[in-house]
């Protein structure tokens, strides 16, 4: 064997070694692509299906098919919170009978099993059943409230019947995510106003 061929195979093996090296960096890079693009599309879906479920309870504050059941809508929310509302509605469809409904968020030691720290549970309660919640990833649930003149009505609220308009802020966070790098995205209804609480 020759100082050539030699030469011949300590060439061929640092080539070698760095198409390999270059074959595994591609596979981590498409790897942590798959992980990012599903990530984005789920927080998306995990968003849309969260607002789509609120605006359609929300709108519906102080909404009975039977108007005489709430004859009065300022009264028709109970309690309001920064992260938590009460209020009247008829939810089942339209059965003309009043449900009370409540939105709370819940704590992250909840969903300690998740690999996200921050992400909670955002709870639907109808009447006194059992609340139900499911992991969507959110991790903000933010309501700010406002009265007839536009001012926002600082907490504690005492009197719930001078909101007249609220501000909803959520944030959804995937579950799990790869190497810790969570995707995230982020919604504003500005001055959401339920029809009939307007109808003072």
Known sequence: MGFSTLIDIFGSTIIGGLLFLTLLRLNDSATQNTYTFSGELE??????????????????????????KIPVPSKAIIAADSTSIKFLSDVAPEDGKVDTVKYYLGTTSELSMTPNPRDRMLYRVINNAAPKGS????????????NSLGD?????????????????????????????????????QIRLAARNIRNR
């Open 152 to 188: 926002t009505i600082d907490f504690p609220i005492l009197v719930p019947g001078e909101i007249y308009t609220m501000q909803i802020d959520i944030k959804v966070e995937n579950t799990s995510a790869y190497d810790r790098q969570y995707s995230n995205a982020f919604w504003r």
């Open 135 to 146: 992991n969507l990833g959110v991790v903000e649930f933010r309501l700010t409230y406002f």
């Open 43 to 68: 927080v998306q879906q995990n968003l849309v299906a969260t607002v789509e479920l609120l605006e359609y309870d929300f709108r519906k504050i102080g909404y009975c098919s039977d108007y005489t």
